[in-house]
């Protein structure tokens, strides 16, 4: 049973699931889920494989069912940490297990630096903290050029490049930069300009879930056990370097899961990944 829950601050309504009771009757921790930009809709299937435990999930602030009134569009790690940490409180939940993926793992690591007695276990999927890469300063070039053919071109076309981007295997040099971006249509997208402009990856207002690393003294610091994970698929990806990035700023190897960046969906925003695989490894990595 899934009961969803609204959490109204000043400066947002948060929108969260609530599967299983709560509080949790089998004498574990409540097993939190959170992405950015994704939304809670992201954890359906992975959540389906952990019926046995209570799992919470959220939509971030302006996403989804959540709704802001701060008047702002930016999202940042700071935002994100500080909601998921008003939910756990509101839930009287912590220290709660959190699954983080993407921007979400950014969100985990803020939290665990900063509300440490929160989090008793992070599991960090591919955080993309590109400024922790040797080639960032091209990196953010070339997230600046997807944001440019965003908005000059539209979704399709600054899909596409995100995609390329995401796709190319090492550093980004100068060649990746100087070459024409990839054609919508060679990954099923639209060619036309729909005239919206409020895609929350490229756009430009999620940068800062990217841009800003958490202060990683304070995770080594923190009581929680952290893991950072990384996709078997994403060796020399973005994303896959960004992880091993983190994990050795922590002093650590990142643990290898099943898959790719999106190795948890099972038909979530049409990507299969390998859900049951992925799971049964995230059930060994929060120790059954």
Do not use: C
């Not at 009771?21 to 409540?30: A, E, N, Y």
């Not at 359906?44 to 709704?67: I, K, M, N």
């Not at 939290?111 to 989090?119: G, I, N, S």
């Not at 009581?223 to 078997?232: K, L, N, S």
């Amino acid at each position: 049973m899934t009961e969803t829950h609204m959490l109204k601050t000043p400066d947002v309504t948060l929108a969260y699931d609530v599967r299983g009771p709560m509080p949790p009757t089998d004498g574990r921790p409540v097993l939190m889920m959170v992405g950015a930009p994704m939304d809670a809709s992201g954890f359906t299937t992975l959540a389906s494989h952990f019926a046995d435990r209570t799992v919470v999930t959220y939509d971030p602030r302006g996403l989804g069912r959540s709704t802001r009134h701060d008047g702002s569009l930016v999202n940042t790690p700071e935002q994100n940490a500080e909601d998921i940490h008003q939910i756990i409180t509101e839930l009287g939940a912590g220290p709660v297990e959190l699954f983080g993926s993407s921007g979400g793992a950014v969100s985990g690591l803020e939290l665990v630096a900063t509300h440490p007695e929160d989090v008793a276990l992070l599991v960090a999927h591919e955080p993309p903290l590109t400024p922790l890469l040797p080639d960032a300063d091209k990196v953010k070039a070339a997230t600046d050029r997807i944001h440019s053919i965003y908005m000059e071109k539209g979704w399709g076309h600054g899909m596409a490049a995100f995609i390329g981007m995401t796709e190319w295997k090492g550093e980004i040099t100068d060649e990746y930069l100087a070459s024409p971006p990839p054609d919508p249509a060679a990954f099923g997208m639209p060619t036309e300009d729909d005239g919206s402009r409020d895609d929350p990856l490229l756009s430009g207002v999620s940068d800062e879930v990217t841009d800003k690393v958490p202060d990683l003294e304070a995770v080594k610091a923190a009581p929680t056990r952290v893991v950072i994970a990384v996709g078997e698929e994403s060796e020399g990806l973005m994303t896959g370097r960004t992880s091993v990035a983190v994990a050795e700023a922590l002093g650590q190897d990142a643990v290898v899961f099943p898959s790719n960046h999106g190795g948890f969906l099972g038909g979530e925003f049409g990507q299969m990944g390998k859900p049951e695989e992925f799971a049964t490894k995230l059930r060994e990595v929060l120790g059954g």
